[in-house]
DNA sequence: TTATGTTTTCAATAAATTCTGAAACCATTG
DNA sequence: CAATGGTTTCAGAATTTATTGAAAACATAA
């Protein structure tokens, strides 16, 4: 009979539950989540194929969802003697989870909003007596992209576990 | 004529646009920074009226919308004397608009799984070899809980513009 | 009281996102 | 070389989320 469906633990299912919850809090789905629950709870390696049994996804929600998280590098790859098969573990240092995510969706964008505000600032001369306004606006978002630059950094030397 | 579509300037539509993909980055709807943006750029308080001319958006997800920012106290209604509408206006401390957002957000998540972890820790007895295993994994899920907790009294306190 | 202005609500619709699973691709085995 | 195991890709389906706009609700004016 094929390697279908293989029921998971009361615990495994609980694990699962609080990451699931935990990733949809940050916007992403809930795959990546049951994904990373089941590598954190594993105790040992586990192959994709184990995943989509485990886990009863479909192989492409699978591999996709390895993919981003080895994005994050919230997983990784590992060796295991005599298999042809991948196998992951999950990153269980928090300060590397922190750091992988922001690396990969908050950084990039705060870097691109420096350069969208170097392209709108000198529009604000076009306006008159609003000028000042949209200026000291301007200015303000500004500041707190720079404060939210070097809050990222604050954050990961912070949580030194 | 109805007060229909009213055109945005260009400046508008950038700063709009900015918050757009702010709100984006933290898994809210674009209506959301839509209206936070253009209440942020706008020299003086706006109806809702205002909003859904301005924005092209509905009436029923502008009502919404401005609902939950409120909520984040990322706005505040103001009194305009001799207008029967609403009038509302942007919370322009980031310390107050991270405040809100974590308050209404994350923090009820975090206290959450504090209890669900009360109730999960127990089963680890059921699982034999296993169970130191398990026991070591939700002991450090514990001890992200707690970090998060206290790092989210850190950024606000960082964040003192 | 009715009329009017304004906001809220929510079922239906539209849009966006996620998942599926078969085809394509790639690496290893025979 | 072909066969097999394993992973990636992606068009279409399914699901989820956001928006719409009319009805309902509410407050004020007449």
Request: glycine share 6%; hydrophobic share 35%.
């Amino acid at each position: 009979m094929e390697n279908d469906n293989e029921p998971l633990t009361p615990i495994e299912a609980e694990v699962i539950n609080v990451f699931v919850r935990g990733v949809q809090l940050v916007g992403l789905p809930k795959s990546i989540g049951e994904i990373y629950g089941y590598l954190f709870i594993s105790p040992e390696p586990v192959s994709m194929d184990k995943i989509k049994s485990k886990l009863n996804i479909s192989v492409g929600s699978a591999s996709q969802g390895l993919r981003q998280l080895k994005s994050f590098r919230a997983i990784k790859a590992t060796y295991v003697a005599g298999e042809r098969k991948d196998y992951y573990v999950a990153e269980t240092e928090f300060r590397k989870l922190i750091y992988g995510f922001f690396n990969e969706e908050i950084k990039p964008q705060v870097d691109e909003l420096e350069q969208r505000l170097i392209h709108i600032k000198p529009m604000v001369d076009q306006y008159g007596d609003l000028s000042e306004h949209y200026k000291s606006r301007l200015d303000k978002v500004e500041r707190w992209r720079k404060l939210s630059s070097s809050l990222i950094g604050k954050v990961i030397t912070f949580v030194n576990i």
